[in-house]
């Protein structure tokens, strides 16, 4: 199939996300290899951004082609309730590779859909409802992470789940110029601590972050974010257990 084909196939039967559908204007893509995407013409491109940082390893790698092949002859599809190797090497590779006691895992097919079921078992964990996240972050498409959701694709899809709370992130405002990244770090966490107590620590069950924002900036935490955040998140879980 050629390109203007391929393109216009794509636009008159296919919607684009995030995007105004009579707008769109794709790249028409044909095949990729190592950092490299080629066009309909052969005409090649550097994939600086991993298309979304989701090819790190590099387009078409050999070794995870091979693998895919390999397990395509062997077992393409089984029910949930099973058990199969590549669940069990997966789990237990993540076991090993992920810190302190977290060694149990949920397989879902996207992010959206584990920032679904990670709401939903914050929840049924904690029995309370309200979930914080902040506004600059993207956390899905679907209903919930919508909500969740603190940039504004989240508008037309409003009014949605309720129980979600939007903070601010740990950036510099007008009052707070000239602040150290360690002053910043610690005004947010007291503004956070704040929301906190004004929500009731008893009706939140969890706070949802990008450790390092993506879509809304690329943002690094400031120093002792992370670890005030954790600091905070034990604080409040003690106070909702003891009030
Ligand atoms: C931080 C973050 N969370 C969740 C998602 C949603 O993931 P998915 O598109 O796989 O549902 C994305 C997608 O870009 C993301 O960047």
Redesign the pocket.
């Known amino acids: 199939m050629n390109g203007e084909e391929m393109k216009r196939l794509c636009l008159e039967h296919t919607l684009y996300p995030w995007a105004a559908t009579g707008k769109v204007n794709p790249l028409p893509i044909e095949r990729a290899e190592g950092i490299y995407i080629y066009d309909t013409d052969g005409k090649r491109y550097i994939d600086f951004n991993s298309q979304?940082?989701s090819v790190n390893i590099g387009h078409s790698h050999p070794k995870v082609i091979a693998a895919m092949k390999a397990q395509l002859d062997k077992l393409i599809y089984v029910y949930p309730g099973t058990a199969t190797e590549a669940r069990a090497r997966l789990g237990k590779k993540l076991a090993d590779l992920t810190p302190g006691n977290i060694n149990t895992f949920f397989f879902t097919?996207?992010?959206?859909?584990?920032?679904e079921n990670a709401i939903k078992a914050a929840r049924g964990y904690t029995g309370r409802f309200k979930i914080l996240s902040r506004y600059r972050?993207?956390?899905?498409?679907?209903n919930a992470?919508m909500m969740l959701?603190g940039d504004p694709r989240r508008w037309p899809s409003e009014p949605g789940a309720p129980g979600f709370i939007h903070v601010m992130d740990p950036v510099p405002y007008n009052y707070s110029f000239g602040a150290t990244p360690e002053e910043i770090t610690k005004k947010n966490l007291e503004y956070l601590e704040e929301v906190i107590m004004y929500e009731n620590p008893q009706s939140i069950a969890a706070m949802f972050i990008?450790t390092v924002?993506?879509?809304n900036g690329v943002l690094a935490p400031p120093p002792g974010y992370l670890k005030g955040l954790k600091a905070l998140a034990l604080e409040a879980r003690h106070l909702a257990r003891v009030r």
């Open positions: 979304l940082m097919l996207g992010g959206a859909e584990a920032n972050s993207y956390h899905g498409a679907t992470t959701t990008e924002t993506g879509t």
